[in-house]
């Protein structure tokens, strides 16, 4: 059966990991794939997370099968830390939300609920987007196309040409928004800007399909919903594809979920049978032990407010590094100004390098970053910055 198969190419993310991790380079560092590293380059356990884990292993009873919403207390408080208490109540039975293995499997639900409801089967996703948004979507039963997003001389968003083509996009489509903290860019849109961008979205009757996979890492947890509730309380309805491997820490645990908000009762608990369906058809019900953590641990007032402290300190240690970066880089040379890294948010931003340049930095000081200059900012501490800066400086000629 398989003598003819042949190797597909590494993931662009999580094969350049690999690749980096069996580099020997003496000052290598790692900016590549979405995880939070201390100033030691560790990654550790959430100690809220850590304790509800406990909780979580000393009293659990039984292992039978789970309900195939997942724990029953992860599906009750997600929806409040993704849209507040008060949009939940309103929203009613309007809202469902089912638990899944991590973000990638809320994307993949929700396209397939996409993909069995729509005609068009299609949805629109930013250009650049998170390069996996594509074979995730495509491999659910999307076409997926790009509506104009960052403009690399502006090193932003360039808001007019966004609005101008997602006017152009056929009526009743999906579009795949960044719940925060854009990925790969880190450039997000201002307040004013979602209320703009959700005005046209209600008047061309497009559906939000919201990937929000950073809460807490941009500017604070309320706020970097911001987009995520005024699309939930202005349309009727809205898709959302939450992750917690980066919010609690939870990378390997696998835990997201999907929320579906449609028009009425009815539509929502038929959406709900589809989206079981589609669960069904791969790997049944999710796993419980990262979501059952999550449920205890927002379920306790305490170790929610300490798990809310130890993500606001990792949120700020961000905030300082790109700014720490920035300065150090415009110390280290006149010709180009790196403030601009001020601007993003969260836990990725683009450099503004060119592919060879960045390939320069692999080869020759073994520092990896995605070849689209996306940097992983958690990934610099204060004992690999000036290590970066003084590379970084080098190969792009400006010393
Ligand atoms: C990333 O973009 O690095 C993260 O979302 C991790 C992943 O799965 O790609």
Redesign the pocket.
Same mark, same amino acid.
């Given at each position: 059966m398989f003598e003819n198969i042949n190797s597909l190419p590494a993931d662009p993310?999580l094969g350049l990991n690999s690749v980096f991790n069996q580099d020997r380079h003496p000052d290598k560092i790692n900016l590549t794939?979405?995880v939070y590293q201390d100033s030691n380059g560790a990654t550790p356990i959430f100690s809220a997370v850590k304790k509800a884990e406990r909780s979580l292993l000393s009293e659990q009873e039984s292992k039978a099968y789970l309900h195939q919403s997942g724990s029953a207390k992860f599906v009750k408080h997600i929806p409040s830390l993704l849209l507040g208490d008060d949009l939940v109540q309103q929203l009613d039975a309007r809202l469902e939300t089912v638990m899944t293995p991590g973000g990638s499997g809320a994307l993949h639900l929700g396209a397939k609920l996409v993909s069995m409801s729509s005609r068009s089967a299609r949805i629109w996703v930013s250009d650049p987007t998170?390069g +996996?948004h594509y074979p995730l979507l495509q491999s659910s039963g999307l076409h997926v196309e790009t509506y104009s997003y960052y403009d690399a001389e502006l090193k932003g968003v360039n808001f007019a040409r966004m609005m101008e083509s997602l006017s152009q996009i056929p009526e009743g489509d999906a579009v795949l928004l960044h719940g925060c903290c854009h +990925?790969p860019t880190g450039a997000d849109l201002t307040k004013p800007q979602c209320d703009e961008l959700i005005e046209l979205m209600s008047k061309r009757n497009l559906l939000p399909f919201i990937d929000i996979?950073y809460q807490g890492f941009g500017k604070g947890l309320e706020e970097d919903a911001y987009l995520t509730r005024l699309a939930a309380r202005t349309l009727p309805e809205v898709i959302i594809a939450s992750s917690c491997s980066k919010s609690f820490g939870v990378y390997r645990e696998r835990v997201g979920a999907i929320s579906i908000i449609t028009e009425n009762e009815k539509q929502t608990a038929a959406a709900q049978t589809h989206v079981f369906s589609a669960a069904r058809c791969s790997y049944s019900m999710p796993p419980y032990h990262g979501g059952g953590t999550i449920g205890r641990l927002l379920d306790d007032e305490n170790l929610k407010l300490e798990w809310q402290t130890e993500l606001e300190k990792i949120r700020c240690e961000m905030i300082e590094t790109r700014s720490e970066l920035s300065k150090g880089l415009n110390a280290a040379q006149n010709k180009v100004d790196f403030s601009f890294l001020n601007n993003s948010s969260g836990m990725f931003c683009y450099l503004g390098i060119s592919r060879e340049q960045v390939l320069k930095l692999r080869s020759e000081y073994g520092i990896y970053l995605l070849e689209n200059g996306r940097i992983n900012v958690a990934g610099i501490s204060k004992k690999n910055l000036p290590v970066m800066i003084d590379r970084m400086s080098r190969v792009i000629g400006l010393t």
């Open positions: 993310i794939v979405g998170w +996996n +990925n996979a």
